[in-house]
């Protein structure tokens, strides 16, 4: 690279400049320029494509090679630590104890495919179960696709990216991979890091670019076998369109809700929701946007909840102690205090928040809004979250099911029965029992349903995606 301060691709094993116009990268709580970076060219995507073809033709790493190096990235990410976790807070406004932990999820993401590297196996077919088989077996073979295009989203810069990258490889494949244009510092280091423990330079490319030409050109190139996407629920659906029929990971949006009954722990649901809504404020697509609450306990947990939010410390992400920072732009924080205002001029009340400094937005509490405001039906993707009063779960559970969406729903109640019962009906890709939609652990699969995407993230799961089942028959 040119420079700490300038980001270039790194394509068909080199850092070179882009081709693209050069955007510059800011500090998104001072709003001061820290970097700048150097875009691709839609020849240069074709190169990084070119390049990763070759590479994954070229050389086939054996299994415990693959975990060996990933072992060796995850041991680099734990000794740049502290370096990683400041390059998060700058670029994204995360704050520093979210994004230590980041770094920290990260280096897992990478310990976890390297384990399921050396574990990824096929099954055996019972064929001889078959009538007039029985000289015959078969088991499947676990093939690696090829090469894997990867975009992801701003709001995690380094877990997300390590949990598209270290499944690919782990899995055998080559990465052509673009992370967002606002936040691109983390991914850059993130490759620097593999190339130093050893990741083959031909086996991964960076490019850097907006979502059009550059991201629509590696969805739309005929060398990707592959492509695992993290974002918006409309760029979703025109990756899957452009994908036809090859294979894609698709992890959306959602407008996650948590349900809260009567016989729950108030003081521990009261807590995990405060975080589920407004840590890495709000700006993650399961953070709790509704909030369900059973009328019998409403003035008690509301009371303790509003205390929760009112502890929250905002502010400055360089600050050990604060819990939200900026959004990632403020013009993203006016969209949502807009939606808050336009809410409000409907006939919804703010019991906290509401308030903006420039890209920081206030964690928000809203109640009386009705289904059909932007706060309850579209997803917000801001500190903003909005109280609904119900009577009998089966009303809230109606309530969650009814949007498009189904990422993430959380439930707390005493009553195991119910909490089981409610696990089934209520449709969504990931349900936490006693605990708020945001929950999430690296190694757990991870998917949506509806509109909130397709196929699965997690490590083992996600390398099942990046191979191809082959049924392998031997006649005796």
């Known amino acids: 690279m040119v420079s700490r301060t300038h980001v270039q691709q790194f394509l068909a094993g080199a850092w070179i400049e882009g081709e693209g116009p050069v955007v510059d990268v800011v500090d998104k709580f001072t709003g001061d320029v820290i970097a700048s970076v150097s875009c691709a060219s839609t020849a240069q995507v074709d190169a990084a494509v070119a390049g990763a073809k070759a590479g994954f ?16 990235v995850a041991d680099l990410i734990l000794a740049n630590r502290q370096s990683l976790a400041e ?7 995360v704050p520093w104890k979210d994004s230590d932990n980041e770094v920290g999820r990260a280096a897992e993401t990478f310990r976890l495919s390297a384990e399921e590297a050396r574990r990824l196996v096929g099954e055996v077919v019972p064929i001889q179960g078959a009538q007039g088989q029985a000289h015959r077996m078969a088991f499947t073979l676990r093939v690696p696709r090829g090469v894997v295009g990867g975009v992801s989203a701003f709001n995690s810069p ?19 991979f673009k992370p967002p244009l606002v936040t691109p510092l983390s991914a850059t280091r993130l490759f620097e890091l593999m190339l130093e423990a050893g990741v ?34 409309p760029v979703g659906k025109r990756i899957r369109e452009a994908r036809g029929m090859r294979p894609v990971a698709l992890e959306l ?27 890495r ?33 905002v502010g400055d992400p360089r600050d050990p102690n604060t819990d939200v920072g900026p959004m990632i732009s ?9 939606w808050v205002r336009e809410a409000v001029d409907q006939g919804a009340r703010i019991l906290a928040g509401g308030t903006r400094q420039g890209a920081v937005l206030q964690p928000t509490v809203l109640t009386d809004a009705r289904p059909s405001m932007k706060v309850l039906c579209e997803e917000i993707f801001a500190p903003v979250l909005s109280i609904i009063p119900f009577d009998t779960l089966d009303e809230a559970i109606d309530q969650v099911n009814a949007t498009e969406f189904g990422l993430a729903a959380g439930l707390f109640t005493q009553d195991i029965q119910s909490a089981l019962q ?3 009906r209520l449709h969504v890709g990931v349900v936490h029992l006693n605990d708020a939609s945001s929950s999430r652990v690296d190694l757990i699969p991870f998917a949506g349903v509806k509109e909130s995407g397709v196929g699965v993230e997690g490590p083992k799961y996600a390398m099942r995606e990046m191979t191809e089942e082959r049924l392998v028959t031997v006649t005796l």
């Not at 390059?87 to 406004?93: A, F, K, L, N, Q």
């Not at 380094?158 to 052509?176: D, E, I, R, Y």
């Not at 403020?330 to 807009?338: G, L, P, Q, S, V």
């Open 158 to 176: 380094l877990n997300m990216v390590a949990h598209k990258v270290a499944p690919a490889l782990g899995a055998g494949n080559t990465v052509v």
């Open 253 to 279: 949006g959602s407008i996650a809700a948590t349900i809260v009954c009567a016989d729950a722990d108030l003081k521990r649901a009261a807590m995990r929701c405060a975080q589920s809504g407004f840590r």
């Open 330 to 338: 403020e013009k993203d924080a006016i969209r949502a205090e807009t």
């Open 281 to 313: 404020q709000g700006q993650a697509c399961t953070s709790t946007q509704r909030l369900f609450v059973q009328r019998d306990v409403l003035e008690a947990f509301q009371a303790l909840f509003l205390a929760e939010v009112a502890a929250l410390v």
């Open 87 to 93: 390059t998060i807070v700058t670029e994204s406004g």
């Open 200 to 233: 083959p330079p031909s086996h991964i490319a960076l490019i850097h670019g907006d979502g059009d030409p550059v991201g629509q050109h590696l969805v739309e190139h005929p060398g990707v076998d592959f492509f695992t996407f993290t974002g918006s629920t």
């Open 422 to 424: 409610s696990a089934a």
């Open 57 to 72: 033709e070229a050389l086939k790493l054996e299994p415990f090679e693959r975990y060996r190096l990933l072992n060796a």
